[in-house]
């Protein structure tokens, strides 16, 4: 006579067999089936089994806090808003974000009422208060005295003039990447050069003159496709 399954799990004797062979044969003999469950893999407070893509803010904010749209509070959030903030102001966000680098003055400011319109930033909050403690913390980034508007800790000595254009064949003569210049919109051009890789480096006579020509290059075109530009690398 077959056993039912929860008959199986109050029989000892089933159970404690050392041999496999054995114990399969025995079920077998008594037409039990014996599933074997699947692990189950659970989320620790480290957040591993988390998935990384789900992630609404930079990579250090910690997993189980980015996933499933948990709402952050204290020290989570200032860390968490501090993060994103810092990777919004980071080089390498820089470097291809044209419409947050149109956003500073000339002292590289972005007011805090624009920055928090972004949409990850204003996902954690809408309180600008725990946007500011959050920057007096960071060491990348500082805010003005006003505490109304925040900037990236870089060398101020250090002009970022020049335009990094991509995808123009090094054949192409100078003049023709200069006549992309002349129009409303863009500075003055100071010099052009031609790299490898069908690079260019065009050099402004200002960092807000170059800040204002990206934005100007966004609605232009070079042979019938979209410009591509950026502003250089200090380590370019």
Known sequence: MALEGADVMGKADVSVLSDSKDKEALNKAK?????????????????????????????SVSPQYAANNV??????????????IEFYLSASNLERDVYLCSLMDTNHFVQLKQIMEFKKLRSLTTDDSVVIQAISNSTTCSLNEERT?????????AKRN????????????????????????????????????????????TEDEARKTLIALLSKEFDGKPI????KNESM
């Open 31 to 59: 037409g039990v089936t014996v599933t074997t469950a699947q692990p189950t893999v659970k989320t620790t407070k480290s957040g591993i089994g988390l998935n990384p893509s789900s992630y609404n803010y930079a990579p």
């Open 71 to 84: 709402a952050l509070e204290g020290d989570q959030l200032l860390q968490a808003v501090k993060y994103q």
């Open 149 to 157: 508007a925040v900037r990236a800790n870089f060398k101020q000595e």
């Open 162 to 205: 020049t335009i990094v254009l991509r995808e123009i064949s090094s054949g192409t003569s100078p003049e023709v990447v200069r006549a992309i210049f002349i129009d409303d919109g863009c500075g003055e051009v100071l010099s052009v050069r031609s790299d490898v890789g069908d690079i260019w480096f065009v050099t402004m006579k």
């Open 228 to 231: 591509k530009a950026r502003l």
